[in-house]
């Protein structure tokens, strides 16, 4: 079974900064893009910002200018970096390869 594995979240306060990351086997993280996705309790799930392969970003817009998503080829590792972060952006993180395969997710918590 393949397995993203994730690592990164926890307890911030607001205006602090988190970097998720994300490990996928290589034969995924070649071919897929790689994308971060949010639940919130009593939300559905939400797309967060994806990356291709070839390195193409997109963001949605309430993390836009504050999150920023990188890969590493040679470690076909994912990343998010989450500056300046604000108690909605409170959730659970998913990580996935291709709209195909998840993580387990990694709770995110911010709050004073």
């Known amino acids: 079974q393949v397995q993203l594995v994730e690592s990164g979240g926890g307890l911030v306060q607001p205006g602090e900064s988190l970097r998720l990351s994300c490990a996928a086997p290589?034969?995924?993280?070649?071919?897929?893009?790689m994308a971060w996705y949010r639940q919130a309790p009593g939300k559905q799930r939400e797309l967060v910002a994806s990356?291709?392969?070839?390195?193409?970003?997109n963001y949605a817009d309430s993390v836009k200018g504050r999150f920023t998503i990188s890969r590493d080829n040679a470690k076909n590792t994912v990343f998010m970096q989450m500056n300046s972060l604000k108690p909605e952006d409170t959730a659970v993180y998913y990580c996935?390869?291709?709209?195909?395969?998840w993580g387990q997710g990694t709770q995110v918590t911010v709050s004073s």
């Open positions: 996935n390869a291709g709209r195909i395969v």
């Open positions: 290589g034969s995924i993280f070649r071919n897929y893009p």
């Open positions: 990356i291709s392969s070839g390195g193409s970003t």
